[in-house]
């Protein structure tokens, strides 16, 4: 399957904070808030939804595009991810500015408090599936990116008759109602955290029926409670992994839909594929950073098929 991943490629800065924010937080004072917290350690990783997305998906050997747009600080990026076996002929480089950065600070209970610049991210709505691509994608992910992109490339999937994941992800915030709505109409899929999901009914006034209503499949992720999965009016949950350690809980989305969408363009059942990106998002959750678990394809089925019985299926991912 020829997949294309679009969003952000980003740096991130992760820091940990050595006690809890909600202890620091005074509910009467909500509208006068002035706070500072001292981190024990930062880390500078790369990152970005679509960039975390396509790296997970090349450990399982898949190739992806990966369309976004970066600064004139992206040299060392590209290596990384074009040496992990991701395809960026489709990145955009913009050399007037910087990539985009992600700092994130996390508590003793993994709670976070993030922060994201743009850079040339911004940009990202100058830009059209059609200009970087010569032939259609098989199936187009909408990820976390400008939000003006994200609605303009969701419309060109439609009229151009591309199937497409709507992953609106920490941009919930920023999209209104409409476009949200807009995100939504014959999505192939729909795919976000229990919160974001929430977010998406207060705002658009659609309940979750209306909602599988207009796209094909829903998947509502759950942390550590697993993950519910919406299709042709059957419900099916599945039960996450318990990762050996919490490093760190930033990418563990990211690798979820890696995974889904590896074991989905290998023919494989949905359910089958939320497991396979269930284990991927346990993988990433035992590392500090989005992109610093590795795998082989044997590896990971050896350890999948000692927590669950894939009935042999996972064999598509060893050739």
Same mark, same amino acid.
């Given at each position: 399957?020829?997949?294309?991943?679009?969003?952000?490629?980003?740096?991130?800065?992760?820091?940990?904070?050595?006690?809890?924010?909600?202890?620091?937080?005074?509910?009467?004072?909500?509208?006068?808030?002035?706070?500072?917290?001292?981190?024990?350690?930062?880390?500078?990783?790369?990152?970005?939804?679509?960039?975390?997305?396509?790296?997970?998906?090349?450990?399982?050997?898949?190739?992806?595009?990966?369309?976004?747009?970066?600064?004139?600080?992206?040299?060392?990026?590209?290596?990384?991810?074009?040496?992990?076996?991701?395809?960026?002929?489709?990145?955009?480089?913009?050399?007037?500015?910087?990539?985009?950065?992600?700092?994130?600070?996390?508590?003793?209970?993994?709670?976070?408090?993030?922060?994201?610049?743009?850079?040339?991210?911004?940009?990202?709505?100058?830009?059209?599936?059609?200009?970087?691509?010569?032939?259609?994608?098989?199936?187009?992910?909408?990820?976390?990116?400008?939000?003006?992109?994200?609605?303009?490339?969701?419309?060109?999937?439609?009229?151009?008759?591309?199937?497409?994941? #709507?992953? %609106?992800?920490?941009? &919930? @915030? *920023?999209?209104?109602?409409?476009?949200?709505?807009? +995100?939504?109409?014959? =999505?192939?899929?729909?795919?976000?955290?229990?919160?974001?999901?929430?977010?998406?009914?207060?705002?658009?006034?659609?309940?979750?029926?209306?909602?599988?209503?207009?796209?094909?499949?829903?998947?509502?992720?759950?942390?550590?409670?697993?993950?519910?999965?919406?299709?042709?009016?059957?419900?099916?949950?599945?039960?996450?992994?318990?990762?050996?350690?919490?490093?760190?809980?930033?990418?563990?989305?990211?690798?979820?839909?890696?995974?889904?969408?590896?074991?989905?363009?290998?023919?494989?059942?949905?359910?089958?594929?939320?497991?396979?990106?269930?284990?991927?998002?346990?993988?990433?959750?035992?590392?500090?950073?989005?992109?610093?678990?590795? #795998?082989? %394809?044997?590896?990971? &089925? @050896? *350890?999948?098929?000692?927590?669950?019985?894939?009935? +042999?299926?996972?064999? =598509?991912?060893?050739?």
């Amino acid at each position: 399957m020829h997949t294309l991943i679009t969003g952000s490629i980003a740096y991130d800065y992760l820091m940990r904070f050595p006690g809890r924010f909600q202890q620091h937080f005074l509910p009467d004072e909500l509208h006068n808030l002035s706070l500072s917290f001292l981190v024990d350690d930062m880390t500078k990783h790369w990152g970005g939804t679509a960039a975390n997305i396509a790296y997970t998906m090349a450990l399982f050997g898949a190739r992806p595009k990966l369309m976004g747009t970066v600064g004139r600080d992206f040299g060392d990026y590209r290596r990384w991810l074009e040496a992990a076996g991701v395809d960026c002929s489709t990145v955009i480089q913009l050399d007037e500015v910087f990539t985009a950065s992600f700092f994130s600070n996390t508590d003793e209970d993994n709670n976070q408090l993030a922060f994201f610049y743009g850079g040339a991210m911004n940009l990202a709505r100058n830009y059209r599936i059609g200009a970087v691509l010569a032939d259609k994608p098989d199936l187009a992910v909408i990820s976390p990116n400008d939000p003006v992109a994200m609605i303009q490339l969701c419309d060109e999937c439609r009229q151009q008759r591309i199937p497409f994941i #709507f992953d %609106p992800g920490q941009q &919930v @915030a *920023r999209l209104d109602g409409d476009e949200l709505r807009r +995100g939504l109409d014959g =999505a192939y899929m729909l795919i976000v955290n229990f919160y974001e999901a929430n977010v998406i009914y207060e705002k658009t006034g659609l309940s979750l029926d209306d909602i599988r209503e207009r796209v094909r499949i829903a998947v509502i992720t759950e942390s550590e409670h697993g993950s519910t999965l919406y299709q042709d009016g059957e419900i099916t949950k599945v039960k996450s992994f318990a990762p050996g350690q919490i490093a760190n809980p930033t990418g563990a989305g990211d690798a979820y839909r890696a995974g889904m969408l590896v074991g989905l363009s290998s023919g494989m059942s949905l359910r089958l594929s939320a497991q396979i990106g269930t284990l991927c998002a346990t993988y990433a959750l035992e590392h500090v950073g989005t992109q610093t678990h590795d #795998f082989s %394809p044997e590896a990971f &089925v @050896a *350890r999948f098929r000692r927590l669950a019985d894939d009935g +042999g299926c996972l064999n =598509a991912l060893l050739v």
